[in-house]
């Protein structure tokens, strides 16, 4: 089976830009995260989903963030407008719930560079 | 809140020697434990896992017990390759899907 898959594997802008970043979760799998990690901060959750719908969002940083998911096997993590202190790389992961909660399934992850 | 402490690295090591990496946390209730594992350019594997108190995971040589009492997850190989050098995680389960991540430590093996 494929695992997740994340697109652009690198993504360099300009401040102000607008950034979209792409997920497929593993097939059958119900839930969805994004997470970011940067030297400073570490890893950090930003957001997820339960059969397409947000359930936890409280560590998007801002208004700035916005995170969708149309349907079970897409998500899109957008920045607008990125500023340089989003330099980061973000992933997705993925898992199946009960009782396979707790274990996640990391895709390669995209770095971006905000110029 | 829920947290984690890892042991700060970056660690060098040579190949063959042993390894352990100290991991402690902090949680109300009783969480799942895991170690994942990061290789250079891509996302993060679980390396093993532990679901309650005094059991071992192990995996790849890596081993790692769960202890309530000193409320702690050290990664621990007998001897260690250089295809081992990575960044490890320490982790734990909060609540039915949240993941709290420690910061990582860096293992370098030279040969």
């Known amino acids: 089976d494929a695992g997740v898959i994340q697109s652009p594997r690198h993504e360099v802008t300009e401040m102000g830009q607008e950034v979209t970043l792409r997920c497929k979760p593993i097939?059958?799998?119900?839930?969805l995260f994004w997470y970011r990690q940067t030297m400073m901060r570490g890893l950090e959750l930003l957001i997820y989903?339960?059969?397409?719908?947000?359930?936890?969002d409280s560590g998007m940083p801002e208004d700035r963030f916005s995170a969708k998911m149309p349907n079970a096997s897409f998500s899109t993590l957008k920045i607008q407008p990125s500023e340089p202190r989003d330099s980061a790389v973000y992933f997705c992961?993925?898992?199946?719930?009960?009782?396979?909660?707790?274990?996640?399934?990391f895709g390669p992850g995209t770095r971006l560079t905000v110029l | 809140g829920n947290s984690v402490t890892q042991m700060e690295g970056p660690v060098t090591l040579s190949e063959e020697a042993f390894l352990t990496i100290n991991c402690t946390y902090t949680?109300?209730?009783?969480?799942?434990l895991f170690w994942y594992v990061q290789y250079p350019g891509e996302g993060l594997q679980l390396l093993l896992k532990a679901t309650k108190a005094d059991d071992k995971g192990s995996n790849k040589g890596f081993e790692a017990t769960y202890r309530k009492e000193t409320t702690s997850f050290h990664l621990e190989k007998g001897s260690v390759q250089v295809s081992d050098s990575a960044v490890y995680f320490c982790?734990?389960?909060?609540?039915?899907?949240?993941?709290?991540f420690g910061q990582g430590t860096r293992l370098t093996i030279n040969p």
């Open positions: 982790a734990l389960s909060e609540g039915a899907q949240k993941l709290v």
């Open positions: 949680a109300t209730g009783y969480p799942s």
């Open positions: 097939s059958g799998h119900d839930y």
């Open positions: 989903f339960n059969n397409n719908v947000p359930i936890d």
């Open positions: 992961a993925s898992n199946r719930g009960f009782p396979y909660a707790d274990t996640q399934y």
